[in-house]
């Protein structure tokens, strides 16, 4: 997509939609707005809308951010203790390893 193309209105509209989706649980999301509006936000010569768009960026990295934190953290749990915690950290498991740990 060509940002360069759409008018101010319509990127402050799309950055918004992509900032309202990261809270369904599509960190992603966040990541798109980030790296798609971060030059609208913070490069380009001012617009009656950046200061909005920033907002939306801005935050849309906090969130990218603690999500980021809270997956490599539970990642990095479950990885040092799933043999430890028996049938639940199997349970937990899409694939059982085989073997011991």
């Known amino acids: ?5 759409l008018p101010n209105e319509e990127k402050l509209s799309l950055c918004r ?3 309202l989706g990261g809270f369904a ?8 707005n980030v790296v798609w509006f971060f030059k609208e936000a913070f490069v380009k ?12 960026v801005k935050r849309s990295a906090m969130g990218l951010t603690f999500w980021v934190t809270v997956l490599t953290t539970w990642i990095t749990i479950y990885q040092h203790f799933r043999a430890q915690w ?5 349970n937990l498991s899409f694939t059982i390893p085989l073997g011991s740990p």
């Open 1 to 5: 997509m060509n940002l360069e193309r």
């Open 17 to 19: 939609k992509y900032y």
């Open 45 to 56: 010569p001012p617009f009656t809308e950046q200061t909005q768009i920033k907002t939306y």
């Open 25 to 32: 649980l599509l960190p992603f999301l966040w990541l798109v």
């Open 86 to 90: 028996g049938e639940v950290g199997d």
